[in-house]
């Protein structure tokens, strides 16, 4: 049972620098998500996606580009990482409809220098 | 635009003591509501959750909530603390058949001195 699986666990860039933060499910979820958790500001929403194909913006989008092809990957695209960047990044995934809860990736600790 | 407020950021607690977090939530609609709880250096893990039905939820480790949809609220209890308590939690609010998209507080802080 892998449930959400994320990577990398840590990765440290240069300002500039573009990377891929890796999200998988294996429970068939329509709805996957990604939050960035900054201290005192809980977790907020970056984006989030209802199925293959659809994707849509959250409270915090700017900086970050997302795709969805297929049901189970949901990765997170930095273009040209920022300092503000840094950030603990958490995906998440469930089913859309109600009374489901989420499951969370084990993180991914984001530092830009 | 939906919001959850919890209101304490930092709560320190001598073991034995009792806690009560507060969350409170806008939106007043049908909503699934959750507790989540974060322990250094590690993931988001679910405490407890709330669908429907009684309002009196327990969840794992002894933590309970209630839910009051009067007061748009959802505190969560745990009689008795213990060190290993000490960890981040955060409260999570889900609007019912509106897809996924979960809405957290901001979190507390709990330091449980031994």
């Known amino acids: 049972n892998a449930g959400v699986t994320q990577t990398p666990k840590f990765q440290v860039l240069k300002t500039g620098q573009s990377m891929t933060l890796q999200c998988a499910q294996d429970?068939?979820?329509?709805?996957m998500s990604w939050y960035r958790q900054d201290p005192g500001m809980g977790l907020r929403l970056i984006h989030y996606?209802?199925?293959?194909?659809?994707?849509d913006q959250g409270e915090v989008p700017n900086g970050y580009n997302v795709s969805r092809s297929t049901t189970e990957d949901f990765p997170l695209r930095l273009l040209s990482a920022a300092p503000s960047q840094t950030s603990v990044y958490f995906c998440?995934?469930?089913?859309?409809?109600?009374?489901?809860?989420?499951?969370f990736g084990q993180g991914t600790r984001l530092t830009v220098v | 635009a939906q919001s959850v407020s919890q209101h304490n950021h930092h709560v320190i607690l001598s073991e034995a003591a009792s806690l009560e977090l507060g969350c409170n939530y806008s939106?007043?609609?049908?909503?699934?509501l959750f507790w989540y709880v974060q322990y250094p250096g590690q993931h988001l893990q679910l405490l407890l959750k709330?669908?429907?039905?009684?309002?009196l939820v327990k969840g794992i480790k002894g933590f309970e909530a209630e839910f009051i949809k009067s007061k748009f609220s959802f505190n969560l209890r745990k009689p008795s603390v213990q060190w290993s308590d000490t960890a981040e939690y955060f409260c999570?609010?889900?609007?019912?058949?509106?897809?996924?998209?979960?809405?957290f507080g901001q979190g507390t802080e709990l330091s449980v001195k031994p």
């Open positions: 998440a995934s469930t089913m859309a409809g109600g009374d489901t809860e989420a499951f």
């Open positions: 429970m068939n979820h329509e709805y």
């Open positions: 996606s209802v199925g293959a194909g659809i994707t």
């Open positions: 939106y007043g609609g049908t909503v699934n």
């Open positions: 709330y669908f429907s039905g009684d309002p």
């Open positions: 999570a609010v889900k609007v019912y058949n509106q897809g996924g998209k979960l809405i």
